[in-house]
């Protein structure tokens, strides 16, 4: 029984770690929850330095050619860090899109640039208020040219290029495809959203003719982004655990501090009960994310079944973590000036990611369903 | 990342499978046997015979020395004997508490001759150890107990009451701990003993549970003379002797509770609501897939905690969550079981799963209790992982016999 990271896994989340204590306090957090930059140049740039938007990129792409483990340990410091970056965006999705799906030119072209943190990649899924599906997204490609809304679009205005859930005009499922398209391109506007997190940013895109190719088969995209959503479930769960373990370290310090009624908070079962629970989501949402990394690693048949439940179990725990985070400190949770807001900001975020957990808890029955009948 | 065994582990398992096999029927091979319910009259002396088999072959107490019948394993070797075992229809059940709890506590405080005399016996099955612990006015704090052992020149003279003792009924000996100095604080007062449930004075009673069966029982001590050469630990030492059994605990692994998510499934498939299968049914597969990914975090963190006993590490922390989880979903999974058969769901048999919901449900309710409550549990995690202060206690540091009650 091997269960666990390697200690060469282990020392490089410890080296991410390091470097985000340093480069990525929460002071990092507010200014850009605060301001206008689309995100932490500075600490996008040491990840990209220390070759992390690579990890996972081949070597002949000029990637570091190591595995989904290593992007399991440097999701978990992003999501402890509350990292202002396009990470997710870019390297659990756009790169993974690409990777699956994309031609050997598309590879040549695209990889190589979001290895070496040239290029900024984004998917675009979402059209409003309503689960995008092949019964809603409206937005058409046809000979080369694609038009209609994505909002919100995460990073939409870093982003130098997106993968884009589009409509091709087929039966049920295989009305969708998925378009590469160059976001600097003509027929390309991009406006800023106002969104609960604006620690991370999102943004709305018009697609007016655009010119656009399609990334893997016409008719695939809506597989082809099951696919690639199975993977980044497992990776927003790693960065959804980190989130959880840094709201219940919050709350934990700030229930050793505070005295009420003469005694730390701490000390009452009302406070202990609550955060022994969040503990035992964490630690429950934990294990199953290692089960997903492994069959993230391995290529693993069970990954469908290991992504949703790593993804429904992280959910649930950073969701928790972030409430009972504000909940224990109080009145001074709610401020402004408490760094509590950012995981109660981001859980929802990563909650909304890439489906809800009423979503991926129907895709888990579902396959579980499949596997039964089988 | 892989759940293989190692090359010595992988040897080990061949070995103990090989042993099984020549001396137990695998449960595939006999499927309504391995799902018959025996009565503990008939279930007892099988289950000492697999135990004598058991401790001749040395895979009794693995762990254990081989000076007291065990092999000098390691625990991960006993976690894949365990792991074997369960594939085998092998009567078990009734010296966990003896060989895992009090054997260990009367090694570490008892003399070589001693040991002679009862470790052996209590390892072949053929005497069985219980633990005297609670009482009516002390369970979850156990160290309220009234017991009251008064020396009487080379003896003791104990009076007072035990309850939820398990197995009683059937145990040849006991670890008791007993109030021996009431002046001081109640932590302080403590002594431990072991006794021969068959002196004088010592009286079972069987406790009948919601579910209708007897496993534990009410223990009542009336002037028993215990003498001094049976003590376990020094005279006031009870309660650090007490915590030696209470860390001997044992590991949780693999254990698993009942129906579970994928028996739901079947019967969400065969049931149906007002509206049409019950499979269909939102609310359903919601909790469906709740309890998946509850099952399977409990599997997975018993893995990372076997892999650290494999790598000879000390499992974390996370190892503490297990009966947190699972005995609430064995109660509520139970509860949901019966009502996907609608009204029905109150009969006890003749309904799908022949009553195995409506036992785990009530089953469930005990589980929540025994070996530490649900709120204990919460306690341990907040103050040992979390590092939260201990509860307030506000009678440290008064003597046992001025407190209110």
């Given at each position: 029984?091997?269960?666990?990271?390697?200690?060469?896994?282990?020392?490089?989340?410890?080296?991410?770690?390091?470097?985000?204590?340093?480069?990525?306090?929460?002071?990092?957090?507010?200014?850009?929850?605060?301001?206008?930059?689309?995100?932490?140049?500075?600490?996008?740039?040491?990840?990209?330095?220390?070759?992390?938007?690579?990890?996972?990129?081949?070597?002949?792409?000029?990637?570091?050619?190591?595995?989904?483990?290593?992007?399991?340990?440097?999701?978990?410091?992003?999501?402890?860090?509350?990292?202002?970056?396009?990470?997710?965006?870019?390297?659990?999705?756009?790169?993974?899109?690409?990777?699956?799906?994309?031609?050997?030119?598309?590879?040549?072209?695209?990889?190589?640039?979001?290895?070496?943190?040239?290029?900024?990649?984004?998917?675009?899924?979402?059209?409003?208020?309503?689960?995008?599906?092949?019964?809603?997204?409206?937005?058409?490609?046809?000979?080369?040219?694609?038009?209609?809304?994505?909002?919100?679009?995460?990073?939409?205005?870093?982003?130098?290029?997106?993968?884009?859930?589009?409509?091709?005009?087929?039966?049920?499922?295989?009305?969708?495809?998925?378009?590469?398209?160059?976001?600097?391109?003509?027929?390309?506007?991009?406006?800023?959203?106002?969104?609960?997190?604006?620690?991370?940013?999102?943004?709305?895109?018009?697609?007016?003719?655009?010119?656009?190719?399609?990334?893997?088969?016409?008719?695939?995209?809506?597989?082809?982004?099951?696919?690639?959503?199975?993977?980044?479930?497992?990776?927003?769960?790693?960065?959804?655990?980190?989130?959880?373990?840094?709201?219940?370290?919050?709350?934990?310090?700030?229930?050793?501090?505070?005295?009420?009624?003469?005694?730390?908070?701490?000390?009452?079962?009302?406070?202990?009960?609550?955060?022994?629970?969040?503990?035992?989501?964490?630690?429950?949402?934990?294990?199953?994310?290692?089960?997903?990394?492994?069959?993230?690693?391995?290529?693993?048949?069970?990954?469908?079944?290991?992504?949703?439940?790593?993804?429904?179990?992280?959910?649930?725990?950073?969701?928790?973590?972030?409430?009972?985070?504000?909940?224990?400190?109080?009145?001074?949770?709610?401020?402004?000036?408490?760094?509590?807001?950012?995981?109660?900001?981001?859980?929802?975020?990563?909650?909304?990611?890439?489906?809800?957990?009423?979503?991926?808890?129907?895709?888990?029955?579902?396959?579980?369903?499949?596997?039964?009948?089988? | 990342?892989?759940?293989?065994?190692?090359?010595?582990?992988?040897?080990?398992?061949?070995?103990?499978?090989?042993?099984?096999?020549?001396?137990?029927?695998?449960?595939?091979?006999?499927?309504?046997?391995?799902?018959?319910?025996?009565?503990?009259?008939?279930?007892?002396?099988?289950?000492?015979?697999?135990?004598?088999?058991?401790?001749?072959?040395?895979?009794?107490?693995?762990?254990?020395?081989?000076?007291?019948?065990?092999?000098?394993?390691?625990?991960?070797?006993?976690?894949?004997?365990?792991?074997?075992?369960?594939?085998?229809?092998?009567?078990?059940?009734?010296?966990?508490?003896?060989?895992?709890?009090?054997?260990?506590?009367?090694?570490?405080?008892?003399?070589?001759?001693?040991?002679?005399?009862?470790?052996?016996?209590?390892?072949?099955?053929?005497?069985?150890?219980?633990?005297?612990?609670?009482?009516?006015?002390?369970?979850?704090?156990?160290?309220?107990?009234?017991?009251?052992?008064?020396?009487?020149?080379?003896?003791?003279?104990?009076?007072?009451?035990?309850?939820?003792?398990?197995?009683?009924?059937?145990?040849?000996?006991?670890?008791v701990i007993t109030r021996t100095d009431p002046t001081v604080p109640k932590h302080q007062g403590l002594t431990m003993f072991y006794l021969d449930m068959k002196s004088p004075g010592v009286e079972v009673r069987p406790i009948k549970q919601i579910s209708g069966t007897a496993n534990f029982n009410e223990v009542f001590f009336t002037n028993v003379r215990i003498p001094d050469s049976q003590r376990l630990g020094k005279v006031g030492d009870g309660w650090k002797v007490a915590l030696t059994t209470?860390?001997?605990?044992?590991?949780?692994?693999?254990?698993?509770?009942?129906?579970?998510?994928?028996?739901?499934?079947?019967?969400?498939?065969?049931?149906?609501?007002?509206?049409?299968?019950?499979?269909?049914?939102?609310?359903?597969?919601?909790?469906?897939?709740?309890?998946?990914?509850?099952?399977?975090?409990?599997?997975?963190?018993?893995?990372?905690?076997?892999?650290?006993?494999?790598?000879?590490?000390?499992?974390?922390?996370?190892?503490?969550?297990?009966?947190?989880?699972?005995?609430?979903?064995?109660?509520?999974?139970?509860?949901?079981?019966?009502?996907?058969?609608?009204?029905?769901?109150?009969?006890?048999?003749?309904?799908?799963?022949?009553?195995?919901?409506?036992?785990?449900?009530?089953?469930?309710?005990?589980?929540?209790?025994?070996?530490?409550?649900?709120?204990?549990?919460?306690?341990?995690?907040?103050?040992?992982?979390?590092?939260?202060?201990?509860?307030?206690?506000?009678?440290?540091?008064?003597?046992?016999?001025?407190?209110?009650?």
């Amino acid at each position: 029984m091997n269960f666990d990271f390697s200690d060469d896994q282990k020392m490089l989340q410890e080296q991410v770690r390091r470097f985000l204590a340093d480069k990525c306090p929460p002071k990092t957090v507010r200014r850009v929850l605060e301001g206008n930059e689309p995100y932490a140049e500075e600490v996008w740039r040491g990840l990209v330095e220390m070759g992390l938007t690579g990890a996972a990129i081949p070597e002949e792409f000029g990637g570091l050619g190591l595995g989904a483990l290593e992007l399991c340990v440097v999701a978990e410091e992003l999501g402890r860090a509350c990292a202002p970056v396009p990470f997710s965006s870019s390297v659990y999705l756009a790169s993974e899109a690409i990777r699956k799906a994309g031609s050997a030119a598309q590879k040549q072209k695209y990889l190589p640039q979001l290895a070496a943190g040239e290029a900024i990649g984004t998917i675009a899924v979402s059209e409003g208020p309503t689960a995008a599906s092949p019964r809603t997204v409206r937005a058409k490609f046809s000979k080369g040219a694609l038009s209609g809304a994505k909002n919100p679009v995460p990073d939409g205005e870093a982003a130098s290029f997106a993968v884009v859930l589009v409509n091709t005009g087929g039966e049920g499922e295989r009305a969708l495809s998925l378009a590469l398209v160059d976001l600097k391109a003509k027929g390309v506007s991009r406006r800023p959203v106002n969104t609960i997190d604006p620690a991370r940013k999102h943004a709305e895109i018009v697609f007016d003719g655009a010119p656009a190719e399609l990334l893997g088969a016409e008719g695939d995209g809506w597989s082809i982004l099951q696919d690639v959503y199975d993977g980044a479930a497992v990776l927003f769960a790693f960065e959804q655990i980190g989130g959880s373990e840094a709201a219940l370290d919050m709350a934990r310090d700030y229930a050793l501090q505070r005295y009420a009624f003469g005694r730390q908070i701490g000390s009452y079962q009302a406070i202990k009960h609550k955060l022994a629970d969040v503990y035992v989501k964490k630690e429950l949402a934990r294990s199953n994310a290692y089960y997903g990394a492994m069959m993230l690693a391995d290529g693993g048949a069970d990954l469908p079944i290991a992504a949703a439940a790593s993804r429904i179990a992280a959910t649930e725990a950073y969701d928790f973590a972030a409430a009972e985070c504000i909940q224990t400190h109080g009145g001074i949770g709610f401020t402004w000036e408490a760094d509590t807001q950012f995981h109660y900001r981001r859980s929802r975020v990563l909650a909304l990611a890439i489906g809800g957990p009423g979503v991926w808890k129907e895709k888990l029955v579902r396959r579980l369903e499949q596997q039964n009948a089988a | 990342m892989d759940f293989n065994d190692t090359p010595e582990e992988a040897a080990f398992r061949k070995e103990v499978r090989a042993w099984l096999d020549a001396n137990a029927k695998r449960k595939s091979d006999d499927r309504k046997a391995s799902r018959a319910r025996m009565e503990e009259v008939d279930a007892l002396p099988r289950a000492r015979a697999w135990q004598a088999k058991k401790a001749e072959a040395g895979y009794a107490r693995i762990t254990w020395p081989r000076e007291y019948g065990g092999m000098g394993g390691t625990p991960i070797q006993q976690v894949i004997y365990n792991q074997e075992e369960e594939d085998y229809l092998v009567p078990t059940g009734f010296f966990e508490i003896g060989l895992g709890m009090c054997i260990p506590t009367v090694m570490a405080y008892a003399k070589p001759e001693v040991l002679q005399r009862y470790v052996k016996p209590a390892l072949h099955g053929k005497e069985i150890w219980c633990q005297l612990f609670s009482e009516p006015a002390a369970g979850s704090d156990v160290a309220g107990i009234r017991t009251r052992a008064e020396r009487d020149g080379e003896d003791w003279i104990v009076n007072g009451q035990k309850v939820w003792t398990s197995g009683a009924h059937y145990c040849d000996y006991g670890i008791v701990i007993t109030r021996t100095d009431p002046t001081v604080p109640k932590h302080q007062g403590l002594t431990m003993f072991y006794l021969d449930m068959k002196s004088p004075g010592v009286e079972v009673r069987p406790i009948k549970q919601i579910s209708g069966t007897a496993n534990f029982n009410e223990v009542f001590f009336t002037n028993v003379r215990i003498p001094d050469s049976q003590r376990l630990g020094k005279v006031g030492d009870g309660w650090k002797v007490a915590l030696t059994t209470l860390m001997n605990e044992r590991l949780a692994v693999g254990t698993r509770q009942g129906m579970d998510f994928d028996e739901l499934l079947e019967l969400a498939r065969e049931t149906e609501l007002e509206d049409g299968p019950a499979i269909r049914n939102g609310a359903v597969r919601a909790k469906i897939a709740d309890w998946y990914v509850q099952s399977q975090g409990l599997k997975y963190t018993t893995f990372r905690t076997l892999t650290a006993l494999s790598k000879g590490q000390t499992p974390g922390p996370e190892s503490s969550i297990g009966k947190i989880v699972a005995a609430p979903k064995m109660q509520s999974t139970g509860a949901f079981g019966m009502e996907l058969m609608g009204q029905a769901g109150i009969l006890d048999r003749d309904v799908p799963g022949a009553g195995a919901y409506q036992a785990q449900w009530i089953g469930g309710a005990g589980y929540r209790i025994a070996g530490g409550t649900d709120e204990i549990l919460r306690n341990i995690v907040a103050e040992r992982v979390l590092g939260l202060p201990a509860d307030v206690r506000v009678d440290k540091d008064i003597p046992f016999n001025k407190l209110g009650k």
